[in-house]
């Protein structure tokens, strides 16, 4: 549900970033809490707004594997927030047990992932199912591959993955991002792809096979991957609002942007810090002033509506967007690049302005924020 947010207080005078961080961790274990359901083992698709109230909607396999990485990742007093007792390696169980009927590509990546943040002994399950639906040269998007590589990359340092699936895997990664621009295409060389949104690539496009190729340089010593997501990762930050702002739709052909539109929360204190810190971490680069400033902006918007973080509510919402027909400045401005590259619809700023806010929260924005902020420091 996207409505039109309050207008902020004349004044404000944000926290230290490392405090807010410190309360983000805390708010998103009592928000996963809220999203778990003890019935199905699983995790709601969402939280919304309704009426009043918040309202539980769905129930995600997908959202339940990045839930248990963040938790993996921040460390057992988070599970035991979240869960209690052992149950969520009950839950990783869970995932592992109908893997083989999993028809999604993706959702298999990272039920391996997560089986394997969770040291689970039967992750060759997922292994298994991954390896049959051979993600090397299906047609699939460029985050599933990416997740497939990520998880693939963790298995060979634990010493018990297959290291040809990795290399092909990375391989194909790597002959798909274009060179004039450094970005990822949404789909990867050999995949189906629509004429007309082709040459489009969003934000996800990019974090996601960053992280990855970072996991395969760390489990392999590649030093191409190294060199390709280091040039992607400065690219993407060149690419940053003034305020901070992680840009959503880009040329893949040019590294322009396309549409800025909606900025979403999950971009600003998660996806985005934990691709660059783990590529940091992976190559010894130093991303955490981009970081920064996204986690800034989401503190302070500076497209005059409130904070996305909602301390009565206890949630961080989804994003800020404009206020228009559902996707019509995006539709409009990846049919004006498509005829030109350089081709814009001026105006868009004033015709549809980005004062809404979408009141809704889900489970994989706080377990990536778990997962990107375990045990790192932020530099202002």
Same mark, same amino acid.
């Given at each position: ?166 290399? @092909?895997? $990375? #391989?194909?990664?790597?002959?798909? *991002?274009?060179? !004039? ?7 990867? =060389?050999? +995949? ?118 909602? @301390?009565? $509510? #206890?949630?961080?919402?989804?994003? *800020?967007?404009? !206020? ?7 539709? =409009?401005? +990846? ?46």
């Amino acid at each position: 549900m996207i409505q039109l947010a309050a207008q902020p207080q004349a004044t404000r005078h944000p926290k230290r970033l490392d405090a807010v961080l410190d309360e983000l961790k805390a708010l998103s274990e009592r928000a996963l809490r809220r999203m778990y359901l003890p019935a199905e083992r699983m995790f709601v698709f969402r939280l919304r707004r309704d009426g009043a109230g918040v309202a539980a909607e769905g129930v995600s396999r997908r959202y339940t594997a990045i839930a248990l990485i963040g938790l993996a990742a921040a460390g057992p007093e988070a599970a035991a927030a979240v869960f209690g007792d052992d149950e969520a390696r009950d839950v990783v169980r869970r995932l592992l047990n109908d893997v083989n009927r999993v028809e999604n590509v993706g959702d298999a990546a990272l039920t391996l992932w997560a089986a394997l943040a969770w040291k689970d002994a039967e992750a060759n399950r997922a292994s298994a199912r991954l390896a049959a639906m051979r993600p090397w040269d299906a047609s699939i998007p460029t985050v599933e591959l990416a997740w497939c590589l990520t998880a693939f990359s963790l298995q060979v340092r634990e010493g018990d993955g297959d290291t040809s699936m990795a290399r @092909r895997t $990375a #391989d194909r990664l790597l002959a798909s *991002v274009v060179e !004039r621009s450094g970005l990822f295409p949404h789909w990867p =060389i050999g +995949a189906k792809a629509p004429w007309s949104r082709r040459h489009v690539s969003c934000f996800a496009d990019q974090v996601y096979p960053i992280q990855a190729l970072a996991h395969f340089h760390a489990a392999r010593g590649d030093e191409r991957s190294a060199a390709v997501v280091r040039r992607s990762a400065d690219r993407l930050c060149a690419l940053q609002g003034d305020a901070g702002q992680w840009w959503w739709h880009f040329d893949a052909r040019t590294g322009r942007v396309i549409e800025r539109y909606p900025v979403y929360a999950v971009h600003q204190d998660a996806m985005a810090p934990m691709a660059l810190l783990d590529l940091d971490g992976a190559c010894g680069t130093d991303h955490r002033a981009f970081a920064a400033r996204g986690m800034q902006w989401l503190i302070e918007p500076a497209e005059s509506v409130s904070s996305l973080i909602d @301390r009565d $509510a #206890d949630l961080i919402w989804r994003k *800020v967007a404009r !206020r228009e027909p559902r996707k019509l400045v995006r539709a =409009i401005q +990846a049919t004006a690049s498509r005829i030109h590259p350089a081709l814009r619809v001026p105006g868009m700023d004033v015709l549809f302005p980005p004062v809404a806010t979408d009141f809704e929260c889900r489970p994989y924005h706080l377990g990536w924020l778990l997962y990107a902020w375990a045990h790192r420091p932020l530099k202002r």
